[in-house]
Structures are given as C-alpha cells and as structure tokens.
C-alpha cells in the first residue's frame, strides 16, 4: 500500500532530480502547491487523508467562462459582418444568374416603336388611328408641361432622384403592404414599368421582377430622364385598345395629347391604377375619383399651385363620346386591309388619306341605327349595312353593321347576302343591248321551267306590260322571261362587267337574284348607270405618306372604260327612274332630285335592299339578321328605302342638281320598236292598245312587298328556249287575256 500511495501521490525533491514519473496533468496541478514550502525551502508534508493534497476537480473552468464572453456585443457585430458579406454574395449571385437569362447587356436596344397608320378623311380631319400601338409618337416636349408631371406625382415621386431602383419607394411600398394603409403598393419605378413594357411578359413572378430591376438600371445608365419618360409615356396601356397618350387622348377626350387639360391629364395617369376599370368613358366616377387623387399629388409636390387645383377638381374631365366612332372602325378595318396591296410591310408611322366623308359616315351609321332601333323589333330585323361611292367609285361612306362595339363584322364588304329583284337590272341590261327597247311588252303571267314557277308576290298577272313597267313593279315572270331570251351566262356576264365580282350561278333563277353578292359590288355594278357607262373600281385610299411627309403611294384616275353603251344607259336610266315615281319605291324622297335605283327582296324576306343614285352619288342600304332568319315582312320598298333616303338628303344638302345621263333613243312612230310591224299589229287587232297597268288598291296596300321572290327552284337541269316556255292562264288576271290576240300576236309573240 505504501508503494501504491507513493505512486499516486508523488513528493518533489527539492533538487529536482527528475526521476518522478507522475501524471503530467497530476505533474501541472502539484505546481501550485509550491507557494506552500517551509522557510527551509522543504516542501511541506500534509497528511494523507488531507483533502487540501487533492488537485482542484475543473481547473480549465476559468478558460470556459472567458470563452463564453466572445457572444456579446462583439460577436453579433463580428457575425452580422459575416452574415451580410454572405447576403451581398447571395443576391449578387442571384442577379447574375438572373441576368444570365438575358441576352448580354452591350446588346440590349429599346425595341423599334410599331408603327402607326394615321387615317384620315378626304379633307384631312383625322378619322382614326391603326397599328399594335395605336396613336403617333409624341414628344415631350411638344406636351403640356402637367400632363408628364402628372405620372411622376402618382407613379414616381423620387423619378428624378433614383438610379432606375428605388430601395425608398420599395420600403415604403412595403410598410404600406403590412400596415394595410393605402392598398397594395408595387414600389415600381417609371423605369421599371418601361422595362417590363419594352422587354419582357406580364407575368408576376420573382424572376421577372429581378430582370426589371436589372433592365431599369441598364435603361438609367443608357438614357435620359427625360428619355425614359417619353419612351415610357408613348408605350404604356391606357385600356380600351389604346396605347401610348396619344392614341389615349385622342380615345378618352377626341384631341391630341398635346391639347388635354390638367383634368384630362389627371384622368389619363390614374389610368395606370387600373386601366379597364377607370377608364372614363366606361366608369366616370372612378375616373374623376381616382383623378382627384393625381391632382393631390401633384400639388403636394409643388408641380401645380394651388389655384390650377381647385379649378381641375372643381371641373373634372367629362370623356368624349365621338358621333360616328363606332362606324368609322368598319372603314378604318378596310383601310388596313387595302393597304396590304397598296404598299406591303409596313415598318415605320405612315398617314393614310382616303376618299371618306365623316359627316356622311356619320349620318349613314345614324340613319341605320335609328331605323333599327324605331322599327327593328316590330319586323324582326338585326342589322344593316350601308354603302356609298361617287360616281367614279370613291367610297364615301362605309357602315359594316348597326355597332362596331358589338359585333366587328362588316358586312357591307364581307357579307354575301342574296340581291333579290336588286339584281334585276343587270336582266334587263342584257335583255336592251339584245335588241329590246323600255317599251318592249312582255307576258306578266305565270312560267314553268322544269318544274320551276316563279310568282309575282301578290299572285295577281298584269299580261303585257312593258319592260320599265314591269322592272319598276318589280314583275318576276317579265324578268324571267327576259333572262331567259338573252340566256343566263350573258345575265352574268353582264353582271361581272359592270362590277360584280362574285361567282354568279348562270341558271334560270339567276335573274331573280339568287346568287348572292356583297353590298359593295352591288352598289359597285350600279355606278355605270350614274355615271355615263363606265366601269369603275372601288376605292378608299387616295394616298399614303411617311410621318415625315415623303409619299409612298398616289392614285392616279383609273377605270375599267366604257361597260354600257351611252343609248343603254339611258334607256336604264329612263327605268329605273320609274321604280321611284310608280315603281316599288315610291317612298324614296329626294326633294329637287330625278333619281334612280331598284329595289330587292330575297325569298322568305330574309335580305331586303335599295340601290339608288343620283350624278352626285349612288348608295346602297342591305338590311336582315346575321342568322340568315326571316324578317317580318321587310321589303326594299319599306325600310331600305327610308334609310336610304334619310341619308340622299342629307348627302346632297348645298349640292347643284343635276341629271343623270340620257340621250335619244325612243323611236317617234311607236313605243314597240322592237317590232317593226307593230303599226300592222295595232290595224289588225280587235282591242285597243292596253294602257299601261295601275296596281290595285290590294298591291298598294302592299308595294313594299311585291318584288319578293316567291316559289322556290327545285330540278332546273336545264334551260328551255323562250318559244317553249308554257303560260298558263292565271286564276287572276289584269289586261287582255292570251285568247284574245289576234293572228300577228300570235305569230310573233307580246
């Protein structure tokens, strides 16, 4: 045991011999003990079982408590240093990773502004604007100083004083987001909203917010303030289609940007809240609202005093309703079609002139819609159209339907709609240049081709009338019969020289009009009537210029020459005018005027029209339902031709009267000059020459529907000649009868 003590409990001598092989750390704790030595430099000997002989249990606990004072204020300090150097690196990363998506900085350019086609009327008012952006480049200098001002105040106060990020306007967004206070805040400067607008989608994720911020510090180094604002205010979306402050201006108030008022200017940066839903024109409290708003604003920040305030509250922006806003688009969309073959790509700002007349756009939608809205539901009609050219084919007014808002189709140039009697002219054209004369007689009674009976509307047969009797009451069996001696390919043959460029279907019904046509090259095939015989080509565009001025396109004069011979087209004309005396369009009033035109109803009055012309102008009106339903009853003599009229008036107000052409071609001996034996034919006959037919009290009571197509075609494989058409004799039956002609009639026909 004493050895086992003296192992564990090593003495030091005081010469230190180093023979002891104690425990080092045993070895380091025993050191301390030497302040305890004797005077005799002895070292003291407590007793075994002493406890102070024993070494102290945690001697590193000094060393832990100091260690545990690195976690105070100097840590935190240490450790934030470290934590942000690390933040820095991470966001660093993340942008450069960010801006890897983008293609490389030194080849980023501002996009090239799509273009803008300026339309314009024949006098230069503008009528509308076209293009992806909508409205001409403005500058910003050409602005009235509060109009930028305002979309600084609302949108960007710091603009001038931030690099293209504002950390500021981010925080304060942020405070506003979590207090709740002012609604959702963005913190999107003016840059980075152009950013976005120039270069990237719509779309809110966090890696788009991180190009935006990249693309507005590289916006802020590449350009001005005063650049970005007017990029910035020539591209943003002010909602209804319009983009850029131009185009917004000229939708919301009818003017140039740089004519809007500080109200109006107001009203147009509180757009940028929420386009769609305050636009003025749809939601003008919220407009004038949120308006009131921009105005604070800016006389918070000093750009307006306190006066120009008051007055811009005290008189909000009232947005402006244009009269014939909703027409001038029909037009304006065939304008952009038709410049497709006028000049090709477009690829910088160009201004279109055209042959429209805005007033007479805007009385044609107006005539239209009033008649639609007074008697539409009472005859179950939808929709109209309305087309109108001078005489040598410059389309003057165009109205593809009752509201553009509603439905964009146009169907005064896309729909293909049956003519009806409308189509008849082009008969009776061929039927003249084959040798016929207005006072030709023909049979009106009942006609069987194959199984085909074509009826007059009332059943009623008037037997031999002339032909401009029988065109201005609109008789179908003379047209017929007349189709049917010149033949039906030369019927459409006629027709497609005068204008009509669709497929026509040469068979008997054709003279009917059953091929259908569009209203424009119908209106299109009348104009050689009013103007002398010459074929024209319809047109809206006159010419067409950069924004800078220099012309890329002008009209010359051009026809397709002479289609009618001069004798022809004032025998039509003779007809035709007869159709507005005592025809079937009676109704039509043009005080001061000798006009002309025809009347169509197609079967089942599914379409009704009125083509009519004057020296000065010729229109046509297409009224029925998109649907191809039955109307109630609506003829070209009732509704077409009122709309037609109320719109002629209008048109020829401080207009000379003049017209139409004629010349001399009535033989003086006899009124059949077709038939150089007639005076035999008058010695011989028993009865008296017929006088021409007046129409009952029944059809006069019905003259707005008596040149319906009524019967329906069915087995016409093939056409007979004239000679083997069977009449029979009519239940009902006005003039001679067929057995009562004598020996000539008989030989050579009525």
């Not at 010419?543 to 396109?553: D, M």
Request: glycine share 10%; net charge positive.
């Amino acid at each position: 045991m004493a050895r086992e003590k003296q192992r564990r409990e090593p003495r030091f001598d005081g010469d230190g011999n180093g023979e002891l092989r104690a425990d080092p750390r045993e070895d380091r704790m025993a050191k301390p003990k030497r302040k305890g030595t004797s005077a005799s430099g002895k070292s003291a000997q407590p007793p075994e079982d002493d406890p102070g002989d024993a070494p102290p249990p945690r001697a590193a606990k000094p060393k832990k408590s100091k260690r545990g004072g690195g976690f105070g204020l100097g840590g935190l300090v240490y450790w934030g240093a470290v934590l942000s150097i690390w933040g820095v690196i991470g966001v660093g990363g993340v942008f450069v990773y960010h801006a890897a998506q983008l293609p490389p900085i030194d080849t980023l350019a501002v996009p090239k502004r799509p273009p803008n086609i300026a339309i314009l009327a024949a006098n230069g008012e503008l009528l509308a604007n076209r293009g992806d952006t909508g409205g001409a480049a403005v500058r910003l200098g050409d602005l009235p100083p509060y109009l930028p001002k305002a979309f600084v105040a609302i949108e960007d106060r710091r603009f001038y004083s931030h690099w293209g990020v504002d950390p500021i306007g981010i925080a304060r967004a942020l405070t506003r987001n979590v207090t709740g206070r002012g609604g959702m805040q963005g913190g999107s400067t003016l840059t980075q909203q152009l950013a976005k607008n120039l270069f990237l989608t719509q779309e809110r994720t966090i890696t788009r917010k991180i190009q935006e911020a990249i693309l507005a510090l590289w916006l802020e180094h590449k350009y001005s303030k005063d650049q970005i604002l007017e990029l910035y205010l020539n591209r943003v979306y002010f909602g209804s289609g319009a983009y850029g402050v131009e185009a917004a201006a000229q939708r919301y108030f009818g003017h140039g940007a740089n004519q809007v008022t500080l109200a109006e200017a107001a009203v147009l940066a509180g757009l940028m809240k929420a386009p769609s839903k305050l636009a003025p024109d749809r939601n003008p409290e919220g407009a004038t609202e949120r308006a009131a708003q921009v105005v604070t604003a800016m006389a918070q920040e000093g750009h307006i005093t306190e006066a120009m305030a008051k007055l811009a509250l005290g008189r909000p922006a009232v947005a402006h309703r244009e009269r014939g806003a909703g027409s001038i688009n029909y037009a304006a969309d065939y304008v952009m079609d038709m410049l497709d073959d006028t000049i090709g790509a477009i690829d910088q700002d160009i201004v279109v002139t055209t042959t429209l007349d805005r007033k007479l756009q805007e009385v044609g939608e107006k005539s239209i819609a009033e008649e639609l809205d007074k008697k539409g539901d009472k005859f179950g009609v939808s929709q109209g159209a309305l087309v109108a050219l001078d005489p040598n084919g410059a389309i003057r007014a165009l109205v593809g339907g009752r509201n553009y808002a509603e439905s964009q189709f146009d169907r005064a140039v896309s729909a293909k709609r049956q003519p009806g009697s409308a189509f008849k002219p082009f008969v009776y054209l061929a039927g003249l240049e084959h040798g016929l004369t207005p006072d030709t007689v023909r049979e009106d009674g009942p006609i069987n081709v194959k199984g085909w009976q074509p009826e007059n509307y009332s059943h009623e047969y008037f037997g031999p009338v002339t032909l401009t009797k029988a065109l201005a009451l609109s008789l179908n069996t003379v047209a017929v019969r007349v189709g049917l001696e010149v033949g039906p390919k030369t019927v459409v043959k006629t027709a497609h020289r005068l204008g009509v460029a669709s497929e026509l279907q040469p068979n008997a019904s054709i003279s009917l009009g059953t091929s259908e046509v569009t209203p424009l090259e119908l209106v299109t095939a009348y104009a050689p009537f009013a103007n002398g015989g010459v074929g024209v080509q319809p047109h809206i565009i006159v010419k067409v210029r950069t924004a800078g001025g220099k012309q890329l396109y002008f009209r010359k004069g051009s026809s397709n020459g002479r289609v009618i011979e001069p004798q022809y087209v004032a025998m039509m004309n003779t007809m035709m005018e007869e159709t507005l005396s005592t025809g079937t369009a009676r109704k039509a009033e043009l005080p001061g005027w000798r006009a002309a035109g025809k009347t169509g109803t197609s079967q089942d009055f599914r379409d009704a029209w009125f083509v009519g012309y004057t020296p000065h102008l010729v229109a046509g009106v297409w009224l029925g339902n998109d649907d191809n339903s039955p109307t109630k009853k609506v003829s070209g003599g009732n509704l077409p031709v009122e709309v037609w009229s109320r719109f002629m008036k209008a048109a020829h107000q401080g207009v000379p009267v003049a017209a139409l052409p004629s010349g001399s071609w009535r033989s003086p001996a006899t009124a059949e000059s077709a038939s150089p034996i007639a005076p035999l034919l008058d010695f011989f006959s028993s009865d008296p020459e017929p006088e021409p037919p007046k129409p009952s009290r029944r059809r006069q009571a019905r003259d707005e529907e008596d040149d319906s197509v009524t019967g329906s075609v069915h087995g016409v494989e093939a056409l007979l000649p004239p000679a083997d058409i069977p009449n029979q004799t009519p239940a009902r039956r006005r003039g001679p009868s067929r057995e009562e002609k004598n020996i000539f009639e008989k030989l050579f026909g009525g």
